[in-house]
């Protein structure tokens, strides 16, 4: 049951955020060197297989399903992401594993033991699989087997037609930017040791600062390290350019008024089957006098090929690439801030429309420009209505027809019992 639970978590916010799952795949292919060699379209291949691939074990452990074939491929696949998780540790190519994606952040150490105890738990389950508590027939568990995989496949599916439908990252629905970018009082504030590198007589001497000796030294090399990294507040790279290099970010986040922004990491893989409605967005924004920016990691060459494709007359600004990727899963994508809060997020497949007979209304009185009501606690709701509760049913009704079978063979077997013993002398 713990693997069965750790594997569905894992698989279910690696599907429901594919493309975070296929950047961090891009974090490792560039440690390890061969990123040039894994196009877009294979690492994103290799997310939703992967997410699809843990979840399916998990559930399959959880049901009991082909109890000594899911053992076995638990076990060989923690086999060899331990000792990879072992190499993040020592090495620290990147920060964060990404095993969780963005809902459980944990360090590179603390995977490496997370996946220690995985495995102890795998090996046990792979030793006696037969122990494992079969919840459903042999003869019905195909049903489970193709509902599971539909069912990750399809979450994968809308999660990169659309936006993950759980944003685990600090730029969600109705966050506020500017809270995200502060750091309380009191916080911890980062911690640098500072050593100097001496010599006297041909001989050189490291020295901290309390230990510095006196003037028969002579100075050669000072080396600063970070001792402890303080508080890092959740948004901490996000920052606006303007064209001619003004920072203009805290304008945007101070603005009171409905402010869009257009977000492409790079222009030039931006999807423009949307750009009317883009287009008409920025009309009815410049119509209202609502500031509307596209934020932009793309080069100046990039940005002059894009207007002359589309028309574009709205202004772009520079962004950090990788922060745009963190802002929103589309490219390009759409956000609405309010006071520097994020009212709503929208990618280039499910853009609003502004209908003719919107265009002299203001956004507050359209149902795009409020915050939705679509809060987390329904998503899971229907989450556990479209798939938690028919696989309920399923056992419930799977266990009922085995006791009703047995039942009926019941009196039989008495019947026979009593046979039996009538013919025995």
Not at 67 to 89: E, K
Not at 260 to 270: E, G, I, N, T
Request: net charge negative; proline share 6%.
């Amino acid at each position: 049951m713990l693997l069965g639970a750790v594997f569905i978590l894992s698989g279910f916010v690696k599907a429901v955020d594919p493309h975070g799952t296929q950047y961090k795949i891009e974090d490792y292919a560039v440690a390890l060197g061969f990123a040039d060699a894994l196009p877009a379209v294979l690492t994103i291949t290799l997310a939703v297989a992967l997410s699809a691939v843990e979840f399916c074990l998990g559930v399959f452990l959880v049901f009991a399903i082909r109890r000594r074939l899911t053992s076995r491929l638990v076990l060989l696949m923690l086999a060899a992401l331990t000792p990879l998780t072992l190499w993040l540790a020592l090495a620290n190519p990147v920060s964060d594993c990404g095993c969780f994606g963005d809902a459980i952040i944990l360090t590179n150490w603390q995977t490496f033991w997370k996946n220690v105890v995985l495995l102890a738990a795998a090996a046990i389950v792979a030793w006696r699989p037969g122990l494992m508590v079969r919840f459903l027939s042999k003869s019905n568990q195909w049903i489970v087997i193709n509902y599971t995989a539909l069912f990750i496949l399809a979450v994968a599916g809308w999660s990169l037609y659309d936006l993950p439908q759980f944003d685990f990252r600090p730029y969600h629905v109705g966050a506020s930017i500017p809270e995200g970018m502060a750091v309380p009082e009191g916080a911890p504030q980062p911690e640098y040791e500072t050593t100097f590198i001496l010599e006297k007589d041909g001989r050189q001497q490291e020295f901290t600062l309390e230990e510095y000796p006196d003037s028969t030294w002579t100075f050669v090399d000072s080396r600063t390290t970070l001792v402890s990294e303080g508080y890092v507040p959740p948004i901490h790279d996000f920052s606006i350019q303007a064209h001619d290099g003004t920072d203009i970010t805290a304008d945007v986040l101070a603005d009171t008024t409905y402010t869009f922004l257009l977000v492409s990491p790079q222009l030039s893989d931006a999807d423009d089957s949307s750009l009317d409605v883009i287009n008409e967005l920025y009309e009815y924004a410049r119509h209202h006098g609502y500031p509307f920016y596209c934020l932009t990691a793309s080069p100046e060459r990039a940005i002059e090929s894009w207007c002359d494709r589309t028309g574009a007359e709205y202004p772009f600004c520079h962004t950090d690439e990788t922060t745009l990727k963190t802002v929103i899963r589309s490219n390009p994508g759409l956000l609405l801030l309010k006071g520097g809060t994020v009212i709503g997020k929208w990618s280039h497949n499910g853009l609003p429309v502004i209908a003719d007979d919107q265009w002299q209304q203001p956004l507050q009185s359209m149902e795009a420009g409020r915050l939705p009501d679509d809060s987390a606690p329904a998503k899971v709701l229907r989450l556990i209505l479209w798939f938690a509760l028919p696989l309920l049913l399923l056992t419930i009704a799977d266990r009922l027809w085995a006791w009703s079978r047995w039942l009926r063979r019941k009196p039989k077997k008495t019947q026979q019992s009593k046979d039996s013993n009538n013919n025995n002398p």
